[in-house]
Structures are given as C-alpha cells and as structure tokens.
C-alpha cells in the first residue's frame, strides 16, 4: 500500500521558517517532520511514498535525493504545481495509485502514535470510501471549574474531552477519484461534502497522542514535549 504525503502548501502561519523552507523540512528533534512521517510508516512496514509537492518543492526533492539515511523504500516526489489546493493534489497523483485499491494519505505536518494497522483494519471492515482519523483537539486555555464565584478545580490546558476533529490520518479507496476532478479546490471542502453524503466516509476515533505543526507556537509546544517525555519518539525510528 502506497503513502501519500501532502505537502505542497505554503506554511505561511509559520513563516518564520516557511520563507526559507516548505513547512514539512522544519525540524523537531532535530529532524524535519516528513523525516518523522516517513520513519513512523516505515515502522509499520510501509515502503512506497509519494510526496505531493508545491512550495519549494525542491529542497524536498534534494533531501530525499541526497539523504542516506533512507534504506529499501521508495521516494517519489512530484510536483504538483505552487497554488494547486489539496483535492486537486490528489487528484493529480492518479496515474501513481491506479494500482492500488487503498492508499495512505497525511499531511505534511503533523504527529500522532495512532496505530495504522487497526487504522486500516477500521477502513476495511466498514468497506469506507475515505476514512479519517478523529481526535480530540488540545485546549488552548486552561479550563476553571467553578462553583459561583469559587474556582473549586483547574486544569493547565487540558485535551478537550467534547467534539473532534480532522487529525489528518487517512486510508482511501480509490473510488473517491469519482469525487475528485481537475478543479482547484480543497479536499476537505467539496470532496469531504460529496464522499460524506454518500455514506462511505468513517471516522476511526483516536484518544492518544496527536499534534499539529502550525505555528511557531505549536513547533515550541511539541519541543516542550519531548524535553519532558510526554511522547515516546519509538514509533518515529523506523522499524520496530
């Protein structure tokens, strides 16, 4: 089963990094977040990648190119144009998937320890079209439990025990090309709206672990993290 990294954005609420760099070659512990991405499949035994590049596009290329520190997988890094939007990226990746019933498919720039396995394992039991993985989105503020004017609990910025969100870890059927085109548009938009309405879209609910790169915030956050150990970098070597 092929992987699919989207990665061809701007990164412009991180352009402290962005102006140089695409968002995915940022580095966390050292490392760029897609060489984290590629390690975490890779420990679940997933070898075949295609990057959709935009933004910068080359400096990726170069990197797997030049890097040593990838064995027996393969990279293949397309270009799939500097203000193509995400649906239309996919879309433009059909001739590499016309082998493959399902797909992998992430974003750039995130992190989670959702265990693929029973991820695709959801996908399949539930013959879905397009499965994403829900998770619980960490709370800004810390959150006061009060009883009058009593603060009689708080909570230094706490998961969010109410709604989910898209945490952008994906198994997809190649029928949802019949709800993509050559349209410039977002993947979570028209193409969520059409293959939701069809009743073949699931969520796979994750609890555990799960973080996004968007800002600079969020990059000092995830470094606070690992100084206190608060996630286990295992799943991110490689191989088990």
């Not at 050292?30 to 590049?53: C, T």
């Not at 997988?73 to 879309?91: A, D, E, F, Q, S």
Request: net charge positive.
């Amino acid at each position: 089963m092929k992987v699919v990294f989207l990665a061809g954005g701007y990164g412009s609420r991180i352009s402290e990094y962005t102006s140089k760099i695409p968002k995915p070659m940022i580095k966390l512990s050292n490392k760029p977040i897609i060489e984290h991405l590629v390690n975490y499949y890779k420990y679940y035994g997933f070898k075949d990648f295609l990057i959709a590049g935009g933004y910068k596009v080359s400096i990726i290329k170069n990197f797997f190119d030049k890097s040593r520190i990838f064995k027996n997988i393969k990279v293949k890094v397309v270009n799939t144009g500097l203000n193509t939007l995400t649906g239309k990226r996919i879309y433009k990746l059909k001739k590499f998937l016309k082998n493959e019933e399902n797909f992998l498919l992430t974003y750039g720039d995130g992190i989670s320890d959702i265990d693929l396995n029973k991820l695709i394992k959801f996908h399949k039991k539930k013959n879905s079209i397009f499965t994403l993985s829900a998770v619980r989105p960490p709370a800004r503020f810390g959150e006061l439990k009060m009883s009058g004017n009593k603060i009689v609990n708080f909570h230094e910025k706490p998961q969010m025990q109410k709604g989910w969100i898209n945490g952008g870890f994906f198994v997809v059927n190649k029928k949802f090309f019949k709800f993509l085109s050559n349209k410039n548009v977002m993947l979570e938009r028209e193409p969520f709206s059409k293959v939701s309405a069809s009743g073949k879209m699931f969520a796979y609910k994750h609890q555990g672990f799960w973080k996004c790169i968007d800002t600079k915030r969020d990059l000092d956050q995830f470094g606070s993290i690992i100084k206190n150990k608060k996630f286990n970098l295992k799943l991110f070597k490689g191989a088990k």
